[in-house]
């Protein structure tokens, strides 16, 4: 499968920004997404980018895509508790249809 | 719409048993996958299928079979189960292909002993 590269951990003070990092392999990705898992329950889709695209907002959450490095960032602005989470980065292609390539996860802390 | 149901959320298997692992969505969607989620590796694809009469396999799909008879259903077979099947298995379903968002369902941990 494509490489899909992530930090494991990253730990934040509430109320500062958290940038959560991931570099992929597949140069002829398509959309690149960025997916949260809580504690217990199954991956809910955060946002995603098509790959025309530099930048993305929506409300906290900026993603930021160099296509010329392969690197996708999601931040996270005025990071609450409630973010606590794993972050997966995620990225699929038109040829490979519906399958979709998850990093390893990245488990953000946030501490009160 | 409940979305896509998992059933059991737990289960303890002695190696060399057999089950099924049962995924429904209520969505209508033709697109469905299994994958499981071990530490320090992500989520891996293990089957996925595009429709009803149609499945493929994925990047990990020794030990595991599947089949698509209806638009709802994707169930998952281990068939002979073994230690290094231990992990949370999600199903997922989306309605279209790259682009779309992928449901998920809330997970199946199993354990092998």
């Known amino acids: 499968g494509e490489d899909v590269e992530q930090s494991l951990f990253l730990s934040v003070r509430e109320g500062d920004s958290s940038v959560i990092n991931c570099t992929y392999t597949?140069?002829?990705?398509?959309?690149l997404y960025w997916y949260k898992q809580e504690p217990g329950a199954g991956l809910q889709l955060l946002t995603y980018?098509?790959?025309?695209?530099d930048m993305k907002q929506d409300q906290r959450l900026t993603v930021l895509l160099n296509k010329k490095d392969k690197h996708l960032s999601l931040r996270i602005a005025d990071t609450q508790t409630g973010d606590s989470a794993i972050y997966f980065c995620?990225?699929?292609?038109?040829?490979?249809?519906?399958?979709?390539?998850f990093g390893t996860g990245t488990s953000l802390t946030v501490i009160p | 719409n409940a979305g896509v149901t998992q059933t059991p959320k737990f289960q303890v298997l002695k190696t060399g048993q057999s089950m099924t692992l049962q995924c429904a969505q209520d969505?209508?969607?033709?697109?469905m996958s299994w994958y499981r989620q071990d530490p320090g590796m992500g989520l891996r694809l293990i089957h996925y299928?595009?429709?009803?009469?149609?499945?493929d396999q994925g990047e990990v799909p020794n030990g595991y079979n599947v089949s698509r008879s209806t638009t709802e259903d994707f169930p998952l077979r281990l068939l002979s189960a073994a230690p290094s099947q231990t992990s949370v298995y999600f199903c997922?379903?989306?309605?279209?292909?790259?682009?779309?968002?992928?449901?998920f369902g809330p997970g199946t941990r199993l354990t092998v002993t």
């Open positions: 997922a379903s989306s309605p279209g292909l790259a682009g779309y968002e992928q449901y």
């Open positions: 597949d140069s002829s990705s398509t959309y």
């Open positions: 980018i098509f790959s025309n695209m």
């Open positions: 995620a990225e699929s292609t038109v040829v490979t249809g519906n399958q979709f390539y």
């Open positions: 969505m209508n969607h033709e697109y």
């Open positions: 299928s595009v429709g009803a009469g149609i499945t």
